[in-house]
Nanobody, 115 residues
């Protein structure tokens, strides 16, 4: 069982930056795919970005060129660097990890983009 804990959310002005972190309770080497998802009020949860164990990345069209996903296996942590934030990026951001044993979710961290 892997526990994932997000941090780094907060209130930021449009055009600003935040870096989210997802810390795992154990090794993330077994998580062949990790990702960030987000859910805005009244909307379904959507994919933001994913990164595989071989560092292959994938992004939603809405964040390409602005967000960067990465993982540090030595620190058992995944990151999401968010630049050029827009009001429509406001949502609860969730960390996700997948292994052969199951799928794991964090509790979420709130990101609010507002002036």
């Amino acid at each position: 069982q892997v526990q994932l804990v997000e941090s780094g959310g907060g209130l930021v002005q449009p055009g600003g930056s935040l870096r989210l972190s997802c810390a795992a309770s154990g090794s993330i080497l077994g998580l062949y795919n990790m990702g960030w998802y987000r859910q805005a009020p009244g909307k379904q949860r959507e994919l933001v970005a994913t990164v595989t164990g071989t560092r292959t990345t994938n992004y939603a069209d809405s964040v390409k060129g602005r967000f960067t996903i990465s993982r540090d296996n030595a620190k058992n942590t995944m990151y999401l660097q968010m630049n050029g934030l827009l009001p429509e990026d406001t949502a609860v951001y969730y960390c996700n990890g997948r292994s052969t044993l199951g799928t794991y979710w964090g509790q979420g961290t709130q990101v609010t983009v507002s002036s």
